[in-house]
């Protein structure tokens, strides 16, 4: 069978290029020792590719063309790993929305135009500031996932943002405690959790300053796995990674989630879990397709 893998550009992995890099060659080494056919393509060349005949996909790409193009091959019934609609979930929008509404533990947030003056937004929030996120995509530029102070802060970043075309954003409370980050693959037992500053793991070094130093405050990593199962099957991925806000009671917020991360600092467990993950998934999609010709077969007989 073949599989077609596709690579993410380097605009869409800020400061993290090797290390996405690293796991997902050693996911499609795996998935070949088990006789996987697998052709790697960028997402520009999947876009132009010839005589594509419906193969599976794996893919890390995020490029809203790409998107767009493996959610209409999903519709008509290829396996894509992750989802392309889970990868579009993913943009922060409308994960704030359906994070929200699905009552999964998310910091108090709103979504905004960029052409709005958000003043009384700054008011409600509170000092000592609040998040401003672009709405419309991941973070691919320190600017697009801002902690600021004050009003004119917060217009300026809106302002900057309307500058570069992007309509809407997000706008959080700020939450005091420690950063965890985590990462995650559905259907095993795979759940992996740390503090991201203690091992220097993270994209920007000044929200350290913003967060303050990791306090370790103690919490329940079972609740933890649980609503981050909950937040991804909400999305729609199953390879996922994210980042909460642990306070001094032990109560926690996710404030990101995101498909297929780097799991740098587990890489190999998880490239043995994703793998597994994806043979089934392989294995469920044949099994399928047997099925839905023996039925039809069945019914042209009849």
């Known amino acids: 069978m073949r599989v077609y893998a596709i690579l993410r550009k380097n605009d869409f992995s800020p400061n993290h290029v090797n290390n996405d890099t690293a796991i997902f060659q050693a996911v499609i080494g795996l998935l070949e020792k088990e006789g996987v056919n697998i052709t790697q393509v960028t997402e520009d060349d999947f876009l132009s590719l010839k005589g594509y005949q419906k193969e599976p996909i794996i893919t890390m790409g995020r490029s809203k063309a790409l998107v767009?193009?493996?959610?209409?091959?999903?519709?008509?019934?290829?396996?894509?790993?992750?989802?392309?609609?889970?990868?579009?979930?993913?943009?922060?929008?409308?994960?704030?929305?359906?994070?929200?509404?699905?009552?999964?533990?998310?910091?108090?947030?709103?979504?905004?135009?960029?052409?709005?003056?958000?003043?009384?937004?700054?008011d409600h929030f509170g000092l000592p500031g609040i998040w401003i996120k672009r709405g419309d995509f991941h973070a691919v530029h320190k600017e697009d996932v801002s902690f600021v102070s004050t009003k004119d802060e917060a217009n300026n970043i809106l302002a900057e943002y309307a500058l570069r075309g992007i309509d809407d954003a997000v706008v959080s409370q700020h939450l005091f405690g420690d950063l965890v980050k985590f990462y995650a693959v559905s259907g095993t037992d795979f759940f992996y959790w740390f503090h991201p500053y203690d091992l220097n793991h993270h994209k920007y070094a000044a929200y350290e300053q913003i967060n303050g130093a990791?306090?370790?405050?103690?919490?329940?990593?079972?609740?933890?796995?649980?609503?981050?199962?909950?937040?991804?099957?909400?999305?729609?991925?199953?390879?996922?990674?994210?980042?909460?806000?642990?306070?001094?009671?032990?109560?926690?917020?996710?404030?990101?989630?995101?498909?297929?991360?780097?799991?740098?600092?587990?890489?190999?467990?998880a490239a043995e879990a994703i793998a597994t993950h994806i043979f089934g998934k392989f294995s469920e999609f044949i099994d399928?397709?047997?099925?839905?010709?023996?039925?039809?077969?069945d019914r042209n007989y009849v």
Not at 88 to 93: A, I, L, M, N, P
Not at 241 to 258: E, K, M, R, Y
Not at 288 to 297: A, L, P, S, V
Request: hydrophobic share 35%; proline share 4%; charged share 25%.
């Open 68 to 122: 767009r193009y493996l959610q209409e091959l999903e519709r008509n019934g290829v396996l894509i790993i992750n989802s392309s609609f889970g990868i579009q979930s993913c943009y922060r929008t409308i994960m704030t929305e359906k994070l929200l509404e699905n009552d999964v533990p998310y910091p108090a947030s709103v979504v905004v135009n960029t052409h709005d003056d958000i003043g009384e937004l700054f």
């Open 214 to 269: 990791t306090a370790h405050y103690p919490f329940d990593n079972e609740a933890l796995k649980q609503a981050a199962e909950r937040a991804a099957e909400v999305l729609g991925v199953t390879i996922y990674g994210g980042d909460a806000i642990v306070q001094t009671d032990g109560s926690f917020h996710i404030i990101d989630l995101n498909d297929w991360p780097s799991f740098a600092p587990c890489r190999e467990q």
């Open 288 to 297: 399928r397709m047997i099925f839905n010709e023996e039925d039809k077969d």
